[in-house]
């Protein structure tokens, strides 16, 4: 049954720079192996050699993390969608970086929220 994967812009690269991709499967797992086979790139960016969840990607389905559900065993059914995000950490300003004061950084950059009115 297809399922939509929804595919971060790191990872895109894997699958010929699309942002969505529809594959095959009755789990979370079988989903994931069509992946990695229709786009060899993405072996290991997800699943781990041992077949085991990366402990740095997260991955939902239909906004459910599949580590609450049953990880890759998780069914799936024709029409749903699988999200994968890497974990990203932050980095570290060099002490002699200057930061914009009255800035936050937030994912919500660009977007006028008031927090600079204070």
């Known amino acids: 049954m297809p399922v939509e994967i929804r595919i971060p812009s790191i990872l895109r690269v894997h699958v010929d720079g699309k942002s969505i991709v529809e594959v095959k499967g009755n789990t979370v797992g079988e989903v994931l192996q069509d992946l990695v086979n229709t786009y060899p790139g993405m072996d290991s960016q997800v699943v ?68 600079n009115d204070r």
């Open 48 to 115: 781990t050699a041992d077949g085991t969840l990366h402990k740095f990607v997260n991955v939902y389905l239909n906004d459910d993390d599949i580590r609450y559900l049953n990880v890759l065993d998780t069914p799936v059914s024709e029409g749903d969608t699988l999200t994968i995000l890497p974990a990203v950490a932050g980095g570290a300003c060099s002490p002699s970086a200057e930061r914009p004061t009255g800035s936050i950084a937030s994912p919500l950059a660009g977007i006028d929220t008031g927090q």
